[in-house]
């Protein structure tokens, strides 16, 4: 099967998880590069060049994919024939209703303290969301890993909007 | 199985043929050129043992001169000396009046087109001047290692836009030189520096030139320089500061507001010149002429010059906390914080940044000469001299691009501090029946509002298939190659017809008049176009069929079917047939041909190498199994 056509896990050659160890990813990363990488084909013709390229810029964006943990989770989604773009699970009005609560506390804050409190609950909102999204995954529940996912958006929304708040402080 | 060599690209050459590059350092105040030859690197002298080569060209009736000579008259004949040329350069004529009016040209107004000084000799751009600049060096580097050059890696501020990029690359097409690669000035500094020291770990580059200010945070481990992120202003720097002293004497000397041009280019040198003395002294006076005749003396204490200058330092700390955020670390993190570019030697500036971090900067490298050395190692690998070496370095592009929607909105396409090569879709519809064509408006930048970004460049895609509105899904991809230059393509998706895409560039020169200034340059060479041509169609086939070659030996007879290596053959032996005649169109056919032939050969060569890396080998140890 030609590179192209693989997905990102099977591009960096690891097993599709969400949980993944990051500096073996960074490794197999500049381990690819150096095999792709057009300055590699610097004296090579037209085509060769080309294809480096094409390679080169596919692994880039494999690798941001596989290395930030929410598209991370979105490519085992993808990878699994779920429609993440279109469709949207339903989500529950407990965590619809704190995240009203979020926004209106985001809203409210109005030193770096106070935003960085903020932060920290939504990191740690965060880092259990992914660790139910591993495990959830581990057993094969596809329903339940599209509703985390739908929710990591959300809490990501509210993150840019906290770095959004920040910078103009 | 049977032998299935497969090489490190750039291996397959006889391996007495070295051949000649250089890495060229084109800055704002000075450039420079370096080589290097038997292992060791070197930046190049004129003859008269200056390295630093003025970035000043003069036009004058009978001559171009360039360098020291034309600094030397920048004073007395203020508009046909161009300094600094390289704040013009991917400019409009907005952009440079918002630079400020420290220098003074006279520009034919053309609005929406390049702006063109006029000269005693016509009218020349900045990707005009900046090829007098470039030839000069590569004058010099021709004559050290006696002959025409390879190719040349070019440095450029990490923080330059596509624009800007492409003007580098365009000045380096006319002063005819083979660009390899450009390269980012802090990566080809850390090139210089890591590989002296050989110390793995996460690097800051603060590099504070004559005109342009970038910050880059590297990784550097086992040969590969990955830049994590970059951040900058490519309108600011020492010419800033020698502005701010300009300003000073003049407030200080009561010259009014009536200030000619020789005037304020004289306090411009004024100004540099006590900059560089405050740099080891704690006063400096000042001796300047008015122009009526009187004489106005003052002196200037280190202690005022840092009250004056902080603002400026206060305006680099910006683009530093940006990166630090970007690349996701906090100055614990960083190993070292790496000096670049002649400002830098400023004493308060390595005391500021210094504090920034948390730790004293790196400071015992030449600041000057360290990115032509960066980039004169670049060159030396590329150009394929060195067979063995695994270093690469991984760039990311510096600003976000991104294209034009309802509202005058940009949509970003590719983010800033992504990784380079990049490239990414998008797909577009029709809005009215029978529509065959559309424009796509592409634009850099952070910001909202279109008008507040950088427009590059406006794409017509012809040839859509006419459908109902709404029915035709174009992809367009939006391609950013390792220079960090962007390229467009676009494909009808229900029909699979591929688009043709027009560039119109919002500033610089199309291929064009590109074409055109290399005919008016010749002409002034008296050379033969025809010849030129013919050559460099030449030299081009002899590499494509050396390339080809290499490729074919290095696991052709394994990768290929014996119907596709019968192909690949001819193709070969219809181009060696044909690259020796006088032919320029059959030439560039088989050419064309034999690219074409060859690429399932590269893409099949390309898997078999990245198999190879990820189970850990290198690829020349497949050779021998």
């Known amino acids: 099967m030609s590179r192209l056509a693989k997905n990102d896990f099977e591009l960096f050659d690891i097993p599709p998880a969400l949980d993944i160890d990051l500096d073996d990813l960074s490794r197999r990363y500049r381990m690819l590069q150096q095999a792709v990488h057009p300055d590699r084909f610097a004296s090579s013709g037209d085509a060769q060049r080309r294809i480096a390229m094409q390679m080169s810029a596919r692994v880039n964006q494999a690798y941001q994919s596989l290395k930030a943990p929410l598209t991370r989770l979105r490519s085992l989604l993808e990878i699994a024939g779920v429609d993440v773009s279109s469709a949207t699970a339903a989500l529950d009005g407990e965590f619809l209703g704190q995240q009203i609560e979020l926004r209106e506390e985001l809203a409210a804050a109005h030193d770096r303290i106070e935003l960085q409190r903020i932060r920290q609950s939504l990191s740690q909102a965060c880092a259990m969301l992914f660790s139910q999204a591993a495990d959830v995954h581990h057993a094969g529940d596809l329903a339940g890993l599209h509703v985390l996912y739908n929710k990591l958006q959300f809490m990501y929304r509210l993150l840019e909007e906290l770095d959004r708040r920040e910078e103009t402080l | ?625």
């Open chain 2, 1 to 625: 199985m049977a032998l299935l060599q497969i090489s490190e690209p750039g291996q397959s050459r006889a391996p007495h043929a070295v051949r000649r590059a250089a890495g060229i350092d084109l800055g704002t105040t000075n450039s420079l050129i370096a080589i290097t030859r038997g292992g060791r690197c070197e930046t190049l002298a004129d003859s008269d043992g200056e390295h630093l080569l003025p970035s000043v060209v003069r036009y004058t009736t009978a001559e171009v001169q360039v360098g020291a000579q034309a600094y030397a008259a920048s004073v007395e004949d203020p508009f046909n000396t161009v300094v600094s040329v390289k704040r013009l350069m991917g400019r409009s004529l907005e952009d440079i009046r918002h630079q400020g009016n420290q220098l003074r040209y006279r520009f034919s107004a053309q609005p929406g087109t390049t702006p063109r000084i006029v000269t005693a000799a016509g009218e020349v751009t900045a990707i005009e001047v900046s090829a007098e600049i470039l030839k000069s060096l590569a004058q010099r580097a021709r004559a050290k290692l006696g002959g025409e050059l390879d190719g040349v890696v070019i440095t450029v501020p990490a923080y330059f836009d596509d624009a800007q990029r492409q003007a580098t690359k365009d000045a380096a097409r006319l002063a005819g030189l083979n660009v390899l690669r450009l390269l980012n000035e802090p990566t080809a500094a850390a090139v210089a520096y890591g590989l002296d020291q050989r110390e793995q770990g996460v690097y800051v580059i603060y590099d504070l030139g004559g005109g342009t200010f970038d910050v880059s945070i590297l990784r550097f481990s086992r040969g590969v320089f990955e830049v994590l992120a970059t951040a900058g202003d490519t309108a600011l720097g020492g010419d800033d500061i020698d502005g701010l002293l300009a300003e000073w004497i003049v407030a200080n000397a009561a010259l009014g507001s009536d200030i000619d041009d020789r005037l304020q280019r004289r306090l411009l040198r004024a100004g540099k010149r006590v900059k560089e003395l405050l740099s080891t002294n704690n006063i400096v006076g000042l001796d300047i002429a008015r122009p009526d005749g009187t004489a106005w003396q003052g002196k200037l204490r280190r202690r005022e010059f840092e009250r004056l200058i902080d603002p400026l330092i206060d305006r680099t700390l910006v683009p530093c906390q940006r990166v630090l955020r970007d690349a996701g670390l906090d100055p614990s993190q960083i190993a070292e914080v790496v000096m670049v570019g002649g400002s830098t030697r400023i004493p308060r500036v390595r005391e500021r940044i210094g504090g920034f971090f948390g730790r004293p900067p790196h400071v015992d490298i030449d600041p000057d000469r360290v990115v032509a050395i960066g980039a004169a190692i670049q060159a030396d690998i590329l150009v394929g001299n060195k067979r063995d070496d695994d270093m690469l370095l991984l760039d990311v592009l510096p600003l976000s691009l991104g294209i034009e929607t309802m509202g005058g909105l940009m949509e970003k396409v590719i983010l800033r501090n992504t990784p380079i090569p990049a490239a990414r879709s998008q797909e577009f519809t029709t809005f009215k029946d029978g529509q065959t064509a559309m424009a796509i408006h592409v634009l850099q930048g952070e910001r909202e509002l279109v008008q507040d970004n950088r427009s590059l460049a406006r794409f017509e895609l012809h040839g859509i298939p006419p459908m109902v509105a709404g029915a035709a899904r174009i992809q367009v991809t939006f391609q950013v190659d390792a220079d960090g230059l962007l390229g467009v393509s676009a494909r009808e998706q229900t029909r699979g017809v591929e688009s043709s895409v027009i560039v119109k560039p919002s500033y610089g020169l199309s291929d064009g008049e590109i074409e055109r200034m290399l005919r008016d340059s010749m002409a002034h060479a008296s050379e033969d176009v025809g010849a030129r041509k013919l050559r460099e169609v030449q030299v081009e086939a002899a590499r494509s069929i050396e390339a080809v070659t290499a490729a074919y030996q290095q696991g052709g007879r394994q990768l290929l079917s014996s119907q596709e290596q019968h192909e690949l053959q001819s193709a070969l032996s219809r181009l060696e047939a044909l690259y020796n005649s006088v032919d320029v169109d059959a030439i560039t056919r088989a050419m064309d041909q034999l690219e074409r032939t060859a690429a399932s050969l590269a893409e099949r060569r390309m898997d078999v190498a990245i198999n190879a890396a990820l189970s850990g080998h290198r690829v020349d140890e497949f050779s021998g199994q």
